[in-house]
């Protein structure tokens, strides 16, 4: 009876054991995997975070060399340099990010691909648009912005309020609020 009893003690050591290392053996192997999958979410917001910086910053040189090639300061190789540039991260952009950040980077790009087209005289928008576009391209600039940021899990909006005053609180508040058409309540940013 007493050797049936250290069996029985035994046996429930061996399976106490085996339960335990089974225990922490998956305890272990799902910390692993959620340490793997945080490091690789890391990995791709980093990489993002410079694709999106490449994609903004192209796009803004796109949008730099066509208002200068629009008042006659550059001409057509700048704009075809900034366009290559900006398309090809563009690219890359369509391939890697989120879709609310494919959607907004897509009317950005469209919006650049019409300046460049009005300087070419390629567009059915014709070049008395070319102001209106140039607009427009900011403010889809911004939403791609927006974009960008919540896919980095960012909080809040990078877009200005729409009566910004950058010289609130200041001597030229006034005047450049008369000359952007702002009048009382311009907001500073």
Known sequence: MLLASAYATAAF?????????????????LIARQTRDAAERGWIR????????????????????????????????AVAAAYNDFFEAYGVVQTVAQRPVVDAARVY?????????????????????????AQLTRLARHDTIDAMRGDLELEG??????????????VFERRWAEAHGLGEGAQPG
Do not use: M, W
């Open 157 to 170: 909006s990078a877009r200005p309020p729409r009566r910004f005053n950058p010289f609130a609180a200041t």
């Open 13 to 29: 050591g061996l399976v106490g054991s085996l339960i335990g290392g089974f225990i922490a053996g998956t305890v272990s192997l």
């Open 46 to 77: 980093d990489n993002r975070r410079e694709l999106y910086d490449r994609f903004l910053s192209h796009g803004q040189k796109l949008l730099i060399a066509c208002e200068s090639a629009s008042d006659g300061r550059r001409g057509a190789d």
């Open 109 to 133: 790009a469209y919006r650049l691909q019409e300046l460049a087209a009005i300087l070419d005289s390629r567009s059915a928008l014709g070049r008395e648009s070319f102001d209106q576009v």
